[in-house]
C-alpha cells in the first residue's frame, strides 16, 4: 500500500526524490543502523536544499524491511512547533495517505501526538523546523519530555531525526544527547542557488 502511494505521488510529481536526497536519508538511517545506541540525528542543510525531499526518502528508507531495525510506517511521525494548518495541510499532502494522521502541528503535540506515540515501541519521529518552539515549556519540549530519557528510548527504540536550515542554540543543546546523536549535512543539488551563491554573483548585496 505504502508504495503504491509513493509512485501516484511520484508519477504525479509532487513527491520527488532526488540523488541527493536519497543519499542524504541513507546517510541518516544508516547511523541508527551502525551504533544502535544513536538516538537522535540532526540534519541540516541549506535552504531550499530539499530537506522536505530527505524527509519523503526516509520514510521510505526507514520502513524498508530489509534493513536492521526498520519501521512500520503507522509508527513514523512528522510534527513541527510551527502554529500553521498550511504546513500541516501542504506537508499531508505531500506524503502517503497512510501516513497522513501521523502528521502534527504546534497545537497537537502536547493532546493528540503524545497520545498517539503513548506506549509504543520501534517509532521513528522526524521534527521539522527544530528551533521552533523547542524551548524549556515550550511545545516540543511538554510533547517530548514523558519519552526524552535515553535509557528509555533505547528500551522502547524511539528515533528523533530532526530538521532545519536555521538550527540556532539547538546545536548547544545537543551536549546532552553526548554518545546518543549525530549529525548528517544535506548536501544541495546539481545547480542549487543560495544566498552565498546569490551574492558571489552580486545578485544580492550586504546591508550596510
Known sequence: ILKAQMNKLERKSISLRYQNQRQAANNIIS????????LLVSAVGKTQSGKTGVMYSLIV?????????????????????????????????????????NVFHR????????????????????????????KVKQSIHNSFKSIL???????????????????????????????HYKTVKIQPGTNYVGHEE???????????
Do not use: H
Open 198 to 208: 546569490l551574492y558571489e554573483q552580486g545578485r544580492i548585496y550586504q546591508c550596510q
Open 31 to 38: 547511523e541508527f543502523t551502525q551504533d544502535r545506541n544513536t
Open 149 to 179: 530519557d535515553t535509557e528509555y528510548m533505547i528500551e522502547n527504540d524511539i528515533k528523533i531525526v530532526e530538521f532545519s536550515a536555521t538550527p540556532n542554540g539547538t546545536y548547544v543543546d545537543l551536549k546532552y544527547w553526548e554518545g
Open 61 to 101: 528508507e526507514a520502513t524498508n524491511t530489509s534493513i536492521d531495525g526498520y519501521v512500520p510506517v503507522t509508527n513514523i511521525f512528522v510534527i513541527t512547533g510551527l502554529s500553521s494548518n498550511e504546513w500541516k495541510k501542504q506537508t499531508k499532502s505531500r506524503l502517503p495517505e497512510v501516513i497522513r494522521d
Open 107 to 134: 497545537s497537537e503535540l502536547n493532546k493528540d501526538f503524545k497520545k498517539k506515540i503513548k506506549g509504543k515501541k520501534n517509532i521513528l519521529i522526524i521534527v521539522d523546523e527544530i528551533q521552533i518552539a523547542c
